[in-house]
């Protein structure tokens, strides 16, 4: 109510007076209104509701009474109502000078949030200031010019074209320093790409043009980026946008614009079409300068995907010898990315023992450059591990994976979806020795991990649920096999569509459940499942079924289920 409004409002007045949150109540007896306020032990009296409500709290500490906000949300909520309602703090420059001065915690909150009312009432002369003035305070005003861009996009028409207010946003961000509004509106980007806002990803592309008679390498990544990654039209979507932008635009000398989209129609699976635009790159590039060498390491990787990993090899190879006897140097990170894809390389064409000198050589070289506890560290011996699973020497393979769980514990944590990766390698190391109990633990708390880290609906989940169906069926445990098949399916069939093959393998491996089965409920369920979620009808599943309700004597069943084998015959 209005004294409980009127009683924070006096709190927070005080607490900002003095730049502390956590306020002694002899200061806050300084305050007439407030002191009036603690006197009052009314238990419907404002402050012992707001005590109650749990709104504020009040402790002793060396005999002394405090007094704050029970929640840090609730607390920078008022600070900028209070914040607000200062006249002082209308002028912009006042509300930058305050958070340089960073003299109180929750500053930085309470601006956002005085920041976000702005953007709801319609007003943006705050909100210009912060991103017209620099780059200081990116995580105080790119939320709320984000929640800006989104209302620009709901006001749009049918066809998803914003309001004039997008262009507005979009040439004053970019109008003073065209590269420093590259910057801000990739910020925004980033921040509707966590919030999954793909429509106001759409909405931008749409909508922003920026001087000059090329496009610019943001425009390309946002062309492509702002369609939703797994929508199962997605890969058509984003290729027929990139064949567009090729046809109407074209490269001339741009090296970044040539390798966005050859990055892209990597992404796709376009690997061929890729290459063409690497070499392009290569051509634009003087030879093993920087940005030559990043054209060189993905041409790489592109070969070896359309199945010439001899021409890698040896295109790695030579690269590396070229740069050891002289030429330019570049930066370490790239160096050791071409050990690791010439060590890929090397894997592919069977001769894991020679890569694995090359996987040593780049951990010592990692080591040396961040330290044994770093997650690039991990990476490397993770590709060790891999490398001696591949040479069959599991108890080595286990050596190195354990490594990298332990560097990746202590830095993510137990759950992180890189802490998983270790599980699920691990337990496919425990799989090929036989041991089957070790392999389902590990199995299980990847996916346990994954499903809290990213998603219940995430790739990586599907792919753990596929592995252990594998395993449950290896054991005959075709109940639990069924299952984790099932779910691999739902997550595969989302993201990939119903004719990816790794959809088809889990209605496959169903199948073969069905006619392995013994347990005749078992054996129900898979066929019932195969035949509603798959066209192909494949092996009489209606028939089957028909004899496994016969002999459950369930007469009704069976006859209908008889009658649907008789059509399918028929159709035949």
């Known amino acids: 109510d209005k004294d409980q409004y009127e009683l924070l409002n006096c709190l927070v007045h005080v607490m900002f007076n003095h730049r502390i949150n956590n306020a002694p109540a002899a ?65 912009p420059e006042n509300l930058y000078k305050l958070l340089e001065e960073n003299l109180m915690p929750g500053i930085p909150e309470a601006v956002k949030l005085l920041l976000f009312e702005d953007v709801n009432q319609g007003e943006f002369s705050r909100l210009s200031f912060f991103f017209n003035k620099d780059n200081s305070f990116f995580d105080v005003f790119i939320p709320p010019l984000t929640i800006a861009f989104s209302m620009a996009t709901e006001e749009g028409n049918g066809d998803g074209t914003a309001y004039y207010k997008m262009d507005l946003l ?127 390491n993905a041409k790489g990787l592109a070969l070896i995907e359309i199945g010439r990993v001899l021409e890698a090899a040896n295109l790695y190879n ?13 930066d370490h990170d790239l160096i050791i990315s071409l050990y690791q894809n010439f060590a890929l390389s090397l894997k592919k064409l069977e001769k894991t023992e020679k890569a694995l000198p090359l996987y040593f050589l780049v951990l010592n070289s990692t080591i ?14 993770n590709n060790i591990a891999t490398s001696y699973s591949a040479l069959k020497d599991y108890d080595k393979a286990l050596e190195f994976h ?40 590990h199995y299980m708390k990847a996916i346990e991990i994954n499903k809290k880290t990213l998603g219940e609906d995430h790739y990586r989940v599907a792919i753990g649920n596929s592995k252990l169906g594998e395993l449950y069926l290896e054991k005959d445990d075709h109940n639990n096999a069924f299952d984790s098949f099932q779910k691999a399916f739902k997550i595969f069939t989302k993201i990939f569509g119903d004719r990816d093959e790794r959809t088809l393998d889990c209605t496959e491996n169903i199948f073969n459940i069905a006619n392995l089965s013994k347990d005749t409920h078992t054996k129900i369920r898979s066929l019932e499942w195969w035949w509603n979620n798959t066209s192909e009808k494949k092996g009489g599943p209606a028939y089957q079924l028909f004899l496994c309700y016969k002999h459950q004597e369930q007469p009704i069943k069976a006859l209908e289920w008889l009658e649907q084998a008789y059509v399918d015959l028929v159709s035949q």
């Open 170 to 296: 979009l040439k004053e961000i970019i109008d003073e320093d065209i590269s420093r509004g590259h910057l801000l509106i990739k910020k925004v980007l980033d921040h509707c790409f966590i919030l999954q806002k793909y429509d106001v990803m759409e909405s931008v592309y749409r909508n922003l043009h920026f001087p000059g008679s090329d496009l610019s390498s943001l425009e390309l990544e946002l062309m492509i980026n702002s369609i939703p990654f797994f929508e199962r039209d997605a890969k058509e979507c984003r290729l027929e946008r990139l064949t567009k932008y090729e046809r109407e635009y074209g490269f001339k000398s741009n090296f970044t614009l040539i390798k966005t989209l050859a990055d892209q129609l990597f992404s796709l699976g376009n690997y061929s079409h890729s290459l063409e635009y690497y070499d392009k790159g290569l051509k634009l590039s003087e030879e093993y300068s920087t940005s030559y060498l990043i054209a060189i």
């Open 368 to 381: 040396e450059e961040y330290g044994s506890y770093h997650s690039k560290t991990a990476q490397v011996l």
């Open 318 to 330: 030579t690269t590396l010898l070229n740069i050891g006897n002289g030429k330019q140097v570049i």
């Open 402 to 441: 354990e490594k990298a769980l332990k560097i990746r514990k202590s830095i993510f944590g137990e759950f992180h979806s890189a802490t998983a990766l270790s599980f699920h390698n691990m337990a496919h190391v425990f799989h090929q020795q036989g041991d089957n109990a070790e392999a389902l633990n």
């Open 27 to 91: 200061i806050l007896y300084e305050d007439r209104v407030f002191k009036e306020y603690l006197y009052d032990n009314d238990i419907k009296g404002p402050y012992e509701q707001l005590k109650l409500k749990g709104v504020i709290v009040e402790y002793y500490l060396n005999n002394e009474r405090y007094i704050s906000f029970t929640f840090e949300g609730v607390y920078h909520y008022a600070l900028s109502k209070y914040l607000a309602g200062n006249d002082h703090f209308s002028a």
